[in-house]
């Protein structure tokens, strides 16, 4: 459990530093890099058992910490240290339930698009109307437009979306649809299974959120393409004091949550267009294999060791037995 952690702070690091060092080059840099530190760490578990089982080398500064040394009493402090965990994993895994609980209801209420607003999201998307079907309804239980999680995923927009201006329509269709083209809301998954066992740890917090941040700021940047970003920053202001309805752990909202998000997304839309430029094959290889190799290098260093089996105790057994006790004697 110690080599996890280390291992995974070391990764989440490396994921936050590499985002600062894009922060002012490319956005979609920086969301790759925050996306490879989420996925890379919720494998570290099944990388390091699979490093364990083949045997491979690696430095064992905490090898030997998984296995019986986590089997505690009430007396030991590893019961109050596991117990806290659980706890925090328990209302963590509560909460995606119950956020998971609402999309069903707010899905399974959803009706599809009628005949003028599947008009109107075909001529802004370019969409046929089987896409249409496939992506779009609407619900009332929501203020916001927002994308569910699944397959496929699921673009709800609110009973209400009919009374913005149009210009505010079509903004807000493009934003959604650029989450869809990004699997945002598939890849958020991802960081709420990282939020449930990391919960803890600061740094998971903050590149999950960073992460998110930098997904917002790309579908702005979709939203906002082909008018003056002033225009649709003025959009985002004047919904600043309408009521939202809240974003799942697995789902990306049109509104923002915060009145700080806010700022930062408005800042964005009016901030250097370039950094919203599309990430080459070239930083997107070098970034995979970086935290490939960066994730198989530190399970090999913290990989637990497996306890050997009966016929591994048989077979040392007899090799004891059978070598000769008084090696330096020759007959």
């Known amino acids: 459990m110690i080599g996890f952690i280390a291992a995974a702070t070391l990764i989440l690091a490396f994921a936050a530093i590499a985002a600062r060092l894009f922060a002012g080059w490319n956005r979609e840099a920086q969301r790759l890099v925050l996306l490879g530190g989420m996925?890379?760490?919720?494998?570290?578990?099944?990388?390091?058992?699979?490093?364990?089982?083949?045997e491979l080398p690696g430095a064992a500064a905490f090898a030997g910490l998984a296995g019986d040394q986590f089997a505690t009493t009430a007396d030991e402090p590893w019961f109050i240290v596991t117990t806290i965990w659980l706890a925090g994993a328990a209302l963590m895994t509560v909460r995606l339930l119950w956020h998971g609980f609402l999309a069903r209801r707010w899905k399974a209420n959803s009706r599809r698009l009628r005949d003028d607003e599947v008009e109107f999201v075909g001529q802004t998307l370019a969409l046929s109307r089987s896409d249409i079907a496939r992506y779009f309804v609407?619900?009332?239980a929501i203020e916001t437009p927002m994308v569910l999680a699944g397959i496929p995923q699921t673009i709800l927009l609110p009973r209400a979306w009919q009374e913005w201006p149009s210009s505010l329509k079509r903004s807000a269709l493009r934003h959604e649809w650029r989450h869809v083209g990004s699997a945002d809301a598939q890849w958020a998954v991802v960081g709420s299974a990282l939020r449930v066992g990391l919960w803890f740890h600061p740094l998971v917090w903050w590149v999950c959120a960073r992460w998110a941040e930098q997904c917002e700021h790309?579908?702005?940047?979709?939203?906002?393409?082909?008018?003056?970003?002033?225009?649709?920053?003025?959009?985002?202001?004047?919904?600043?004091?309408?009521?939202?309805?809240?974003a799942l752990a697995f789902a990306t909202a049109f509104f923002p949550q915060t009145r700080s998000r806010l700022a930062r997304r408005v800042r964005a839309v009016l901030?250097?267009?370039?950094?919203?430029?599309?990430?080459?094959?070239?930083?997107?290889?070098?970034?995979?294999?970086?935290?490939?190799?960066?994730?198989?290098?530190?399970?090999?260093?913290?990989?637990?060791r497996m306890k050997p089996t009966a016929a591994d105790l048989e077979t040392e057994a007899e090799t004891r037995l059978q070598a000769n006790p008084f090696p330096g004697d020759r007959p």
Request: charge should be negative.
């Open 39 to 54: 996925v890379t760490t919720l494998l570290l578990p099944l990388g390091m058992q699979l490093v364990a089982r083949c």
């Open 138 to 140: 609407v619900a009332d």
């Open 218 to 246: 790309l579908a702005d940047h979709a939203a906002a393409a082909g008018r003056p970003a002033a225009d649709y920053a003025e959009e985002l202001l004047a919904l600043a004091d309408g009521s939202r309805t809240g």
């Open 271 to 304: 901030g250097d267009s370039s950094l919203n430029r599309p990430c080459s094959r070239a930083v997107r290889a070098v970034v995979l294999l970086a935290f490939a190799v960066a994730g198989l290098s530190l399970a090999a260093a913290w990989a637990p």
